[in-house]
């Protein structure tokens, strides 16, 4: 969990944009519970597509790890959260539709 809130904080030093340092922390944390075996995933350059947010969904659910809350945007693309196995609470977004840009 250090891990995923130093590279946020590093993330947020750096000037990266908001979704960016979510994603970061999203690949610092999986990395610490063993999410490692989808490098694919973790290591993509892009942001999250939809059919890449549902898969780092399931595989998250398929962990027992609880889905904490779910937030529906206007745009209608929804993004959620859980937490880590220190407590901290990560966002999983997709790549549009959430903030402008």
């Not at 995923?4 to 944390?29: D, K, P, T, W, Y």
């Not at 745009?75 to 407590?87: I, L, M, N, R, V």
């Amino acid at each position: 969990a250090n891990v995923s809130i130093i590279s946020q904080a590093i993330g947020l030093a750096m000037g990266l944009e908001r979704s960016e340092v979510c994603f970061l922390g999203f690949c610092a944390m999986a990395h610490d519970i063993g999410m490692t075996d989808h490098t694919a995933l973790v290591n993509t350059p892009a942001r999250l597509t939809d059919e890449e947010y549902e898969k780092a969904k399931a595989w998250i659910v398929s962990k027992g790890i609880p889905i904490t809350d779910m937030v529906v945007w206007n745009s209608g693309k929804e993004s959620f959260y859980f937490e880590d196995t220190e407590g901290n609470v990560l966002e999983i977004v997709p790549d549009k539709g959430i903030w402008p840009g």
